[in-house]
């Protein structure tokens, strides 16, 4: 199944449409939890090109204090560990909300890890209704995400 992912033209509903099928095919059955985000990533980035796609998961430092550490991703180096709150993916753990950042550089405390990205679309992953990672997409372009990313990248995250 994974061969059959790549570029395809027509709407980006179409798109999305057409790679979930193959998401969930490439996650049913598998138990490990790295394996499917890491699959996820790789299936989103080559459907979509973006600049960066990844899971950041919620897991104690040593300090025992929860903190965003950089899970699978596709794309340039990234930052490794982020605080609740701070920047697009805190904020989105924090306040359990999907956000959508049209131009990076207006968004308040915005971490810069590539100074290539200029959008960002970060959707929190739910376990038993509280927060455990969130998935973090990064565009070069302004403006790129919208409510049909967030309404099927949610629907995808849901199948975790």
């Given amino acids: 199944m994974a061969e059959d992912l790549h570029i395809t033209t027509g709407t980006k509903e179409e798109l999305y449409q057409s790679l979930i099928p193959q998401i969930n095919a490439l996650i049913e059955g598998e138990s ?95 376990t038993n209704g509280i927060v455990t990672a969130v998935l973090d997409v990064d565009s070069e372009l302004l403006n790129r995400f919208d409510e049909i990313d967030k309404r099927y990248l949610e629907e995808i995250i849901m199948s975790l």
């Fill in 32 to 126: 490990d939890a790295i394996a499917n985000l890491a699959n996820i990533c790789a299936a989103l980035k080559e459907q979509f090109n973006w600049l960066w796609v990844g899971f950041y998961i919620v897991k104690p430092n040593e300090k025992g204090e929860d903190e965003l550490v950089l899970g699978p991703f596709q794309g340039p180096v990234a930052c490794t560990r982020i605080k609740k709150g701070r920047g697009v993916c805190g904020a989105a753990w924090q306040q359990a909300v999907t956000l959508i950042v049209p131009d990076v550089e207006k968004f308040p405390g915005h971490i810069t890890c590539s100074s290539l990205s200029k959008s960002e679309i970060v959707v929190p992953v739910f």
